[in-house]
């Protein structure tokens, strides 16, 4: 049974940092990612990470966390994190870690398999 679980959420202050991470168990994947929801507002992509046969891991990002958050993995831990720098209230979502079926990149909702229950961050004023 496939799980993904986030951890690392919490409440932060504007221009704080955070570090989320999620948890693989069941099987391994080779393209994962971070989409995140704020209130009245749809699901968007905001990371991910993909294999690439003969050039290692791949990392994306939606322009509006470009130079603010990181994406990285530890395999022997099956272990997905998402380091998030420069917190502005717009910042506030709840975070879902995602897995994509095998041959798809992360950043399509559609290619999702899998999508863990999230983790809250907020990020005051």
């Known amino acids: 049974q496939v799980q993904l679980v986030e951890s690392g959420g919490g409440l932060v202050q504007a221009g704080g940092s955070l570090r989320l991470s999620c948890a693989a168990s069941?099987?391994?994947?080779?393209?994962m990612g971070w989409y995140r929801q704020a209130p009245e507002k749809e699901r968007e992509f905001v990371a991910g990470?993909?294999?690439?046969?003969?050039?290692?891991?791949?990392?994306y990002y939606a322009d509006s966390v470009k130079g603010r958050f990181t994406i990285s993995r530890d395999n022997a831990k099956n272990t997905v994190y998402l380091q998030l720098n420069s917190l502005s209230p717009e910042d506030t979502a709840v975070y879902y870690c995602?897995?994509?079926?095998?041959?798809?990149?992360?950043?399509?909702?559609?290619?999702?398999?899998?999508w863990g229950k999230g983790t809250l961050v907020t990020v005051s004023s």
């Open positions: 995602a897995a994509a079926r095998l041959g798809s990149n992360s950043n399509v909702p559609a290619d999702i398999d899998y």
């Open positions: 069941g099987r391994t994947f080779n393209a």
């Open positions: 990470i993909s294999w690439i046969r003969w050039s290692g891991d791949s990392t």
